[in-house]
């Protein structure tokens, strides 16, 4: 079948991560099927590369400096220094292939037809270790992992969302706008042409793809388990399908091999998370998850859950000391013999999510917790039984998993981003919490629980927004352009509209339901100076607001 390619039109700042991506990390074009053995050598040191060598802006984004700044996140660290190319350089003498590294990790991942010799590579005084992350075994069974169960029966298309109270979060105009989500999954087939997904191509919402599995940048002739996904979180069909997250951008990243199972799909996502980092995304949302492989002798085990021992959990817990949310689907492992939860949904900083049918009851399939260190985990359940995704150009199903939840949960946060810009990641996951059903008494299947978003907005807003002892305040007043109305108590039905001295409304806001408690307008900001007036129509009553405008 021919799939239409959709070019992607990408802002001045992800051309730079791509940039940075190809100077710190360089991968290779190569036919995939030549490659059977992967290696990963894990590095003493980075050899020439210092923290005094570079600067910030060589390897980040300006959006990722400014999500690192809103941390308190020093600019750079040790991990964040490219790995040695003298190093990569000196072992791709021998005549291994280069294909990609991890500058978290400090690792670099070499490929070969044949089996290689490993002492030869434990000889070089810069190597600490070395691990076999791929072999020729074949897969044990010839179903597609990322396959899932679906039927064309759908039920309440906007179910996901209201049992959250997410739709309430829409209605008050938080859509996940100025949030980048980067989504890790195995391929994107029909991303360019599913009918869902037609506005976000529009206004130009992908802002930039890559395959780190093939090394190039073409994500749309794989598997349309990625698609199934970023439909959760961005699908837009009336009364059929309502993504999470409809107005966040995106970045699509292809770090799984739906071909096999082994470990070096964990290397693969380290550098989908890196390369995240650097093109500033504030969430990574990831339907992946890793326990057991197609050579049994490199399996993990459960006592590996902990946190600190699996790769990609590494890699994972790294990504959220950047300043990002990490989401992870907690798996579908629980009627199967693994049973548990699967990495890096084991992370200290993961988010993992299970999945709960419509009535609110817990899957037969959603893998069980707690961490083998006795964390609980999962995290928080949302949807994941009958969710609305998008299978292909046209055909919109009801989908099983926890790969379903996890963009459900990850895409209505980053709503809650949107709303309450100030709140901090670890703040975020405490709220998402703490504003649980279950947040009293976690268990090992639910965690904290099904959580209420608008329960999660007011407290962060309690924090956040000075609330005023009347009913409203506009501040700045005067203003030059931009101002806030902070309500004491949500509105609820709220009109918005700002007049010009004339009597000439120059913008009308309706919603049938404001959750939030401040509001941003930034009208004014190419007015002349002078005099307008703020309405505000409400359950309670119409009130006016005078507002100044001046001049810089």
Known sequence: MEIKTFRIIQSKGLIIAFLLLLLSNPCILYSQTSYQYYYRVYFRDKGENTISGFTPAQLLTDKAIARREKANISALH??????????????????????????????????????????????????????????????????????????????????????????????????????????????????????????????????????????????YSHHNHGTSVLSVLAGNIEGVIAGTAPGADFLLLRTEDSGSEFPVEEDFWAAGAEFADSAGADIITSSL???????????????????????????????????????????????????????????????????????????IFSSSGPSADGRVKPDNVAMGVAVPVQLNANVIAAANGTSFSCPVLSGITACLMQAVPKAGIGEIINILHSSSDRFQNPDPLYGYGIPDMISALLKLQEKYANMPVSDFVISPNPTTGSFEITFRLPPGKLIIEVISGTGRVLFRQNFQQFAGRVFKINELQHREQGLYVVRLITENGTFVHKVIKINN
């Open 78 to 219: 040790i991990t964040d220094i490219p790995v040695s190319k003298e190093y990569i350089v000196r072992i791709s003498d021998l005549g291994l292939k280069y294909h990609c590294s991890s500058k978290w990790m400090n690792t670099a991942l070499f490929k070969s037809i044949q089996p290689f010799n490993l002492n030869i590579l434990l000889s070089f005084p810069f190597v600490q270790s070395v691990k076999i992350v791929k072999n020729s075994l074949k897969k044990s069974s010839s179903i597609d992992k990322l396959d899932f169960d679906y039927s064309l029966s759908l039920q309440e298309f906007d179910r996901p969302l209201t049992m959250i109270n997410g739709s309430i979060l829409h209605q008050s105009g938080f859509t996940g706008q100025n949030i980048l989500i980067a989504v890790l999954d195995g391929g994107f087939l029909f991303t360019d042409n599913a009918s869902s997904l037609l506005n976000l191509r529009n206004r130009k919402g992908i802002r930039s793809t890559y395959d780190f599995v093939l090394n190039n940048k073409e994500i």
């Open 289 to 363: 998850g890793y326990s057991q492989f197609d050579d049994p002798a490199m399996n993990y085990k459960y006592s590996d859950m902990d946190g600190n021992t699996a790769f990609v959990t590494k890699a994972a817990d790294i990504a959220g000391s950047k300043g990002i949310l990490v989401f992870n689907s907690a798996g579908n492992e629980r009627n199967k013999q693994w049973i548990h939860l699967i990495a890096p949904a084991d992370g200290d900083s993961v988010m993992a999510v299970g999945a709960v049918d419509e009535n609110k009851n817990i899957s």
